[in-house]
Every structure is written in C-alpha cells, then in structure tokens.
C-alpha cells in the first residue's frame, strides 16, 4: 500500500475505532439512565435515544471499523494473522461485533416497547451486554498501543522468508 | 500504526512459542467461557439472549414475536 494511502487508512481506522468507543460510552450512559431513573419520560426517552445511537452510531461505526481495521492490517506488514496482538484484536472485535448485532434487535424491541404507552421502567435495559462491550473495546485500544510482542507460527514463517529473501538479495549484491 | 521491526528474539531457528500473555488471556477466556455455560446450566443466570429482555409479567409485548425468534447472543466480558 503506498505511504499517503496507508496513511489515509490508518486515520479512517483510527477515527472509527475511537468513534465507536466513545458512542458505546453514550449508550452506557444512557442505559444506566434507562435502568436507575424513576422518572417515566426519562426511562422512555433514554430507550428510545439507545435505539437511535445503536442504529445509526454504533453499528456503522462498528461495522467500518471491522473492515478497515482488516484492510488496514492487510495493507501493512503487519498482516492480519501475523502477531498475536492483531490476531486477538480481530477476534474481540469480531465478537463485539456480532453480539452488538444481535443485540441492537433486542434493544429496537425494547425501544418500541418503552413507546407503547407501558411503564417502561419494568423493561430491564442491557447493561451487561453494554458493560461486556466496552469493556472488550478498551482491551482491543490498549492492544492497539501497546502491541505486545509474540509472533504467531504464520508469522515467523512469513518473517523467515523475508529475511532469506534479503540475504539472497545483499549476497547477490555482493557478488 | 507504525511497521514492525525485526526484534532478536524471533530470530532463532525454531518457531517461537505462544508469548505469555496470550496463554493467560486464552485462560481467563475459557474460565469465562466456563462460568457462562454453568450458569447456563444450572439455570442460576437465566435466560440469556434477547427473550430474557422481553420476559417478566409486567413487560409489554410490543415488539417480542421478533425477539423470540432472534438467536442467543454470545457471551462476552
């Protein structure tokens, strides 16, 4: 990938990921408004206002930063099954993203639920669902920083041949 | 995100083992994996998945012919 491209990569994926924090830390807190306030209008508003920024927040966010997050990786050499900490982030994000997915169904119902004239403070809210989410997505943002080291098997092949290929290269040079 | 450098310790002729970190995250996982599927099973945490949203005598039905046939959400965290 040339420079100013991977560049323009890294900060779509950089702004996506961060994006899709900060919008989870939203629906925290609306979520702990739905499931501690006693006040009717707010517990109603807060579910309608989750089914909205689940909807148009943080799905998309999610889902883009899922597949830059991939092409991201592919495009560096970095590679996507290459270090452990790239191969552990892809399957927490995957895994944030796919009950994130399921869960936005459950909370379109509950939404439609707080809306129909019911008290809606008998629904339960999704607090552990929404707990469990950030916190996987701040253990995916200090992998991110810190990118502890280890190579997977893929990955020192992978570094092995490089290297050989190099050596070809300066012997070849030499001669 | 900045291009790996060569570092001396995957130098070596062998492959390397998984680093430490991974085994204990991978532990911790499974002990999670563990306590959700007891739980599961001996029915101390509920129904997990969208139907336990919709469920309890007080809850209004709008909207549940679509939760219950939504599949059970896997656990995380």
């Known amino acids: 990938m040339p420079p100013r491209l991977r560049k323009a990569v890294l900060t779509t994926h950089v702004m996506t990921s961060v994006g899709w924090l900060g919008a989870v830390l939203a629906y925290l807190a609306l979520d702990v408004t739905a499931v501690v306030s006693t006040d009717v209008d707010r517990v109603r508003a807060a579910y309608v206002a989750m089914d909205v920024t689940i909807t148009y927040a943080i799905v998309p966010l999610a889902l883009a930063a899922v597949i830059i997050g991939i092409v991201n990786a592919l495009g560096t050499s970095w590679g996507l099954f290459r270090h452990y900490w790239v191969l552990v982030k892809l399957l927490l994000t995957l895994v944030a993203t796919t009950v994130l997915l399921l869960e936005a169904r459950t909370i379109r119902s509950l939404a439609e639920a707080a809306g129909s004239g019911a008290d809606p403070r008998d629904l339960p809210g999704s607090l552990p669902h929404s707990i469990g989410g950030l916190v996987v997505l701040l253990i995916v943002t200090i992998l991110s920083i810190y990118k502890p080291r280890g190579l997977t098997r893929y990955g020192w092949r992978k570094q092995q041949e490089r290297q050989g290929r190099q050596r070809e290269e300066s012997s070849a040079l030499a001669a | ?77």
């Open chain 2, 1 to 77: 995100m900045a291009e790996p450098t060569s570092r001396s310790d995957t130098d070596h002729g062998t492959p390397p083992g998984m680093p430490r970190w991974v085994k204990v995250a991978a532990i911790f996982v499974g002990f999670l994996l563990l306590l959700f599927v007891v739980l599961q099973l001996t029915g101390i945490g509920g129904e997990h998945g969208p139907g336990r949203h919709m469920s309890g005598d007080t809850t209004p039905t709008v909207g549940t012919p679509a939760v219950q046939n939504a599949p059970a959400a896997a656990v995380i965290g």
